[in-house]
């Protein structure tokens, strides 16, 4: 098993600390040891970092759960919302400032379940949004309960007869919904999350990465174990334009496969709207 | 007869062109320089079942409310017509359309129903209109024609009005319709002896109409609206619809969202983002989006929200008036979570109110609920918009460069006011979160903290007071009868007192667009110099009166109407009667 331990992270987070000016934060994240959200966290420090972006025009936005407490830790504006809105408040920011770099980070429960509604609509209209997925497929912060992503018959203090329903994917969901960026990545690896979320950032358009963070507290049948048993990177020949082959393979239980499922350039929201700014598209 | 105020309902079936009838008809009034008021009472379906009406009252002196019974009716259809019979006051009119006369049954004919003292005339409508057009369309047309001979107006202004209401629909459905109006006026010129004769000023200047939704959507855009996300909901659609065309124009722009639960979302969004932002809904949105209002106290993120209040509870009766939302909009939230309420009473007031709901939210950074309703929102009237147009406005605290050192966003201050930095402005960055947090916006659990913070987002409503109108006393102020009231109740309370006043009974009306924060010394000195104080409102719990009585310890008369049409002037005098024999007694 290897990932990335909170010593680690915190030495990394030192490290990123010092080399900046005072903003970055001094609020040390508060996940347990194992946890697979350092590595979220690592991969945004070093996409902010490749990329640029000055503190004050980036915004990160989340929801309610354990990877909740993003903004906290990040050097940038930050907003900790409600349950399941991170994506409808990111909205309002990008659209009302539309030169901002605006990232969602949210759980499985928080994107999935309680905010579900959200999430296609977000990729549909293509806003020009950063979406991390942290998939823990149990519910952390309030202290082990099946989530929308936890296998059937997984046993819970609120399903002690094991879970009924059937789990959803995340990464189906994503490409489904007309998402223009679709990546699916492990927290084991670390450069692999750094790498895609600085490409997702990047993409103009609605870009979803759905990490898989175990959760090593509460989640015992969804771990670190099971997860790098099947975890396999994409086959090279993978072509990123054709969501229907991207569809397939993400669909694959065994192999789970990590990378770049799909990738599209089209006319993003912001190019939506420039249209009718400069008076191409008019009213009848 | 000479007339210097008239009342006419046209009524018919959904698509049958009655709210066309009710534009015309006011357009052509607000013209030559009336006052009018219109209202469209409709089913919520949309063709077929339901009935459909249009309400128009015009006058030579200022409306306040659509008063009591009708001058005329027409019936464009019979059986639906019937019931509105009992509106028309005695010595009124009726007109029926005799084409149908003969394939309806006797116990379904309008005019079968016409009692004695009401006046009944036929006019070909079907027939006509066939003829003018060709199809069933266009009878709204030859009603308005002979409605236009009976009262003696000026045949133009109606002309000028059917050009401007089809002329996005060509020049032929404009000749046919004005084909129309001519036969209707020549079939009563030829059959009936010209008895009527409205009194009009030639004097004076046309006037504007304006609903009480379009005002909102216009004072919030000339107060620099940037932003707008919403969901369709009846009766507040219109708003959003304005802001989707108009916005785009002016750098801002508009979102239609999954629900109302993501509209408010990507208002608090654009709001953080320091941009000026609104949300329009009714019932059922100003619920779902509780929670979120609650984030907006906690977090301190201004946010502005208009419920144009239907009848509830649940999804109620979405095509009807009903002030029954002022709990939600007071209390609606977890936690001791305060908020601002205003509530406007005519269309003036929410050009002016939405203005100043946005320089209060962004000023003192809290949840601004905007309570219109139904019938203020939908109604036209004309109006003397006073216009204040600053798109650049912004009412912010920023911080100093000496704050911005080491910057607090939650800093307590005197005024409970912190400074507020946005995304893109450089000198520091924050966390914000609907958890309770520490002045740096770091969350933080402590009884200390919590305390500190809650006395902070409190005194923010003791230090928004100077900002804020005064309330307004109306009426006569020796009088011993005080009325309380809010909203659009307040133009039937107005009327209500004025015939009141003609039967030798004096009166007064405190009244503030500000529902919470409100001018307490001045309600306390209002209801301390009244004997009897009545608290008219549209809903069966008197919840203004709840209000009003525990935060001044009064023992109101309280009206309660659960309404789902505007409260009749009529009934607010009988109750300033029963309360001034009480006083005699």
């Not at chain 1, 670390?190 to 090593?216: N, Q, W, Y």
């Not at chain 2, 269309?347 to 946005?358: K, P, R, T």
Request: proline fraction near 5%; charged fraction near 20%.
């Amino acid at each position: 098993m290897s990932f990335l331990s909170k010593k680690t992270v915190l030495e990394e987070f030192e490290k990123a600390k010092a080399s900046k000016t005072k903003q970055w934060r001094d609020n040390l994240p508060t996940w347990c040891p194992g946890c697979g959200h350092f590595t979220g966290l690592h991969g945004l420090y070093e996409a902010a970092e490749t990329l640029k972006i000055p503190p004050k025009d980036f915004v990160v936005v989340s929801g309610i759960g354990c990877s909740g407490r993003f903004p906290f830790f990040i050097k940038g504006f930050g907003l900790h919302g409600l349950h399941g809105r991170a994506i409808p408040i990111a909205t309002g920011i990008k659209v009302a400032s539309p030169d901002l770099t605006v990232v969602v980070v949210g759980g499985d429960g928080d994107g999935v379940g309680i905010g579900g509604g959200h999430f296609p609509h977000a990729a549909r209209s293509n806003f020009n949004l950063t979406y991390i997925l942290l998939d823990n497929s149990i519910y952390g912060l309030t202290k082990g309960q099946i989530s929308p992503t936890s296998p059937m018959s997984m046993k819970s203090g609120t399903s002690p007869y094991g879970n009924i329903a059937r789990p959803l994917n995340p990464t189906t969901l994503a490409l489904a919904y007309g998402a223009t960026f679709v990546a699916r990545t492990f927290s084991r690896e670390r450069d692999m999350v750094s790498e895609l979320i600085t490409k997702a950032i990047s993409h103009k358009g609605f870009s979803f990465i759905h990490d898989l963070s175990p959760c090593v507290v509460f989640n015992k049948v969804v771990t670190y174990d099971s997860w790098n048993d099947a975890a396999v990177k994409l086959p090279e020949e993978h072509d990123t334009l054709d969501r229907s082959r991207a569809m397939m393979l993400a669909e694959s239980t065994d192999p789970i496969y990590q990378g770049l499922f799909f990738r599209e350039e089209i006319a993003s929201f912001d190019d939506h709207v420039q249209m009718v700014k400069d008076g191409l598209n008019q009213p009848d | 007869m000479k007339y210097s105020e008239i009342t006419i309902r046209f009524c018919g079936i959904a698509g049958d062109g009655i709210v066309a009838s009710g534009k015309i008809l006011a357009g052509a009034c607000a013209y030559i320089g009336l006052h009018v008021m219109v209202n469209n009472i409709y089913s919520a379906e949309i063709r077929g079942l339901g009935k459909s009406s249009a309400t128009i009252r015009f006058s030579t002196s200022k409306l306040y409310s659509m008063g009591d019974g009708l001058d005329l009716l027409v019936g464009m259809v019979s059986k639906e017509s019937i019931i509105d019979l009992r509106n028309v006051k005695a010595g009124g009119n009726v007109i029926y359309d005799i084409s149908t006369i003969g394939s309806v049954a006797e116990e379904d004919s309008l005019v079968s129903h016409i009692t004695p003292e009401i006046q009944g005339h036929g006019l070909p409508i079907k027939k006509l209109a066939n003829e003018a057009t060709g199809t069933n369309q266009g009878k709204n047309l030859v009603a308005i024609g002979a409605i236009c001979y009976f009262y003696s107006l000026p045949p133009e202004m109606f002309v000028n009005q059917i050009n401007s209401v089809f002329a996005h629909k060509g020049q032929h459905i404009i000749d046919v319709n004005v084909k129309a109006f001519n036969l209707g006026y020549e079939y009563f010129k030829e059959h009936y002896p010209l008895n009527n004769r409205f009194e009009i000023d030639k004097e004076s200047e046309p006037r504007a109409l304006t609903s009480g939704n379009d005002a909102i959507a216009k004072g919030a855009i000339d107060c620099g609206l940037k932003f707008f996300a919403g969901y369709p909901i009846t009766p507040a659609t219109k708003i959003m619809e304005i802001a989707a065309k108009e916005l785009p124009k002016l750098g801002g722009w508009t979102l239609q969202m999954e629900d109302e639960i993501a509209a408010i979302g990507a208002v608090l969004g654009a709001w953080f983002a320091g941009k000026r932002a609104m949300t329009a809904t009714s019932g059922p949105g100003i619920s779902l989006m509780s929670e979120m209002i609650n984030m907006s106290v906690m977090a301190e993120i201004p946010t502005v929200i208009v419920n144009v209040q239907r009848g509830g509870p649940s999804t109620g009766l979405p095509t009807k008036v009903e002030q029954g939302d002022l709990n939600i909009a007071l209390y609606g939230g977890a936690g001791d979570s305060p908020r601002v309420v205003m509530a406007p009473s005519n269309s003036e007031e929410c050009y002016s109110g939405i203005q100043l709901a946005f320089d209060i939210a962004e000023k003192y950074q809290t949840p601004v609920i905007f309570l219109s309703d139904l019938f203020l929102g939908q109604r036209i009237e004309t109006v003397t918009i006073k216009e204040n147009i600053d798109r650049d406005r912004c009412t912010r605290k920023k911080p100093t460069s000496e704050q911005l050192e080491d910057f607090l966003r939650y800093q307590i201050t005197d005024d409970g006011v912190s400074p507020m930095v946005v995304p893109g402005e450089p000198g520091a960055v924050y966390s914000t979160t609907g958890l309770e947090h520490s002045v740096t916006g770091n969350p933080n659990y402590e009884s200390d903290v919590h305390s500190m913070m809650t006395a902070k987002r409190f005194r923010k409503f003791e230090s928004m007071m100077a900002d804020l109108p005064h309330a307004n006393i109306l009426g006569d102020e020796t009088a011993e009868i005080g009325i309380a009231g809010w909203g659009s109740t307040i133009g039937s309370i107005l009327e209500g007192m004025e015939i009141a006043k003609k039967n030798g009974v004096k009166t007064k009306l405190i009244k503030s667009i500000m529902i919470h924060p409100q001018r307490e010394d001045l309600f306390l000195k209002f209801f301390a110099s009244c004997k009897k104080i009545i608290v008219p409102e549209m809903n069966y719990q008197g919840q203004y009166a709840a209000l009003l009585k525990s935060r001044y310890g009064i023992k109101p008369i309280e009206v309660h109407i659960p309404a789902v049409e505007p409260v009749s002037p009529l009934k607010i005098a009988q109750k300033i009667m029963e309360a001034n024999s009480e006083l005699s007694k």
